[in-house]
């Protein structure tokens, strides 16, 4: 796009160059979705910056309006930068918007084809966030909470037997998350997530972000990779074992509660995808994981 005119959504260009303090010379629409959509910013400068728009979604849940995401984002991203974790810089917040450096690079799962190398970059980037950000210091609510607003808001739109079984043995089992919470990331999909020129990896997207079970995170990174492997289980056993190498001596953990972080994102990846054989597939695949870790220790039926 060359064109401001272009733009679909009304931007309010005074508002905007006001909050950043220097005039916009192009906007280009980067990626519109559901539940945000983001622009390029170039200035006359020719500084690139990206302004984020997030899409109110309180009706599942109050933690999930538009406000509240974007201050949620804006204040990972300044203390990231304050403790250099590499993510984009924080700029301005203003209403349900953000704007934010941006970050020239690929998407990881664009620049890199090995499985096992993409699980231990990201896992570098996130072993030094959970272990640098001090929850005592970080006003955020828990976002596990919104997760299971999300499935029963979703139970409710569908008549899936076998998502409504799954979510229903999770919730039984009397699994429960450590008490020794973190900050995390809670978005953890490769899309967000990118590799730069001289092999920096760069964490984006934290509008998900809280107070939660650092193997929250790990489960879905676990679950996006595995997913994405066709579901090789020796990738899945490399991963637990990288995960009790880099965390058993700062947060409780075993294979069981890892896999009940994998499962719990397959039920979410399955309720956003919808091409009907992913959907399928993730639920399966889920239901093995639970009838061997989960439903087994609680002898449910």
């Not at 699994?175 to 953890?188: A, E, L, N, R, Y």
């Not at 650092?214 to 990779?225: A, Q, R």
């Amino acid at each position: 796009m060359n064109s401001k005119k272009q733009i679909k959504v009304k931007l309010n260009l005074k508002l905007i160059q006001a909050k950043i303090n220097s005039h916009i010379n192009n906007i280009q629409e980067i990626r519109a979705g559901n539940i945000n959509t983001k622009y390029l910013l170039v200035t006359e400068n020719n500084n690139k910056m990206v302004l984020k728009i997030y899409t109110d979604r309180s009706y599942i849940s109050p933690i999930f309006s538009g406000v509240n995401r974007a201050k949620r984002e804006f204040t990972i991203l300044k203390y990231c930068e304050r403790n250099d974790i590499l993510a984009p810089k924080p700029i301005a917040l203003f209403n349900n918007n953000v704007v934010m450096s941006f970050v020239e690079g690929k998407l990881i799962k664009e620049a890199i084809n090995v499985q096992s190398r993409i699980f231990n970059l990201i896992m570098q980037w996130l072993t030094l966030f959970h272990s640098s950000l001090c929850v005592d210091r970080v006003p955020l609510s828990k976002p596990i909470d919104g997760v299971f607003r999300t499935l029963r808001y979703a139970l409710a739109q569908s008549n899936d037997a076998i998502l409504s079984d799954l979510y229903s043995t999770l919730c039984k089992s009397s699994f429960c998350p450590s008490t020794q919470q973190k900050i995390t990331h809670g978005d953890v999909t490769l899309n967000n997530w990118i590799i730069s020129e001289d092999g920096k990896v760069y964490g984006l997207d934290f509008e998900f972000s809280g107070k939660n079970d650092v193997l929250f995170d790990i489960g879905m990174l676990i679950s996006s990779l595995w997913e994405r492997d066709n579901f090789n289980k020796h990738f899945y056993s490399h991963c637990c074992s990288e995960v009790f190498k880099k965390y058993e001596k700062f947060v409780p953990i075993n294979s069981r509660s890892i896999a009940f972080y994998v499962i719990l994102s397959m039920i979410l990846m399955a309720y956003n995808v919808p091409d009907k054989t992913r959907h399928k597939n993730l639920l399966l695949q889920a239901k093995e994981l639970l009838s061997k870790y989960i439903s087994n220790h609680d002898k449910i039926s």
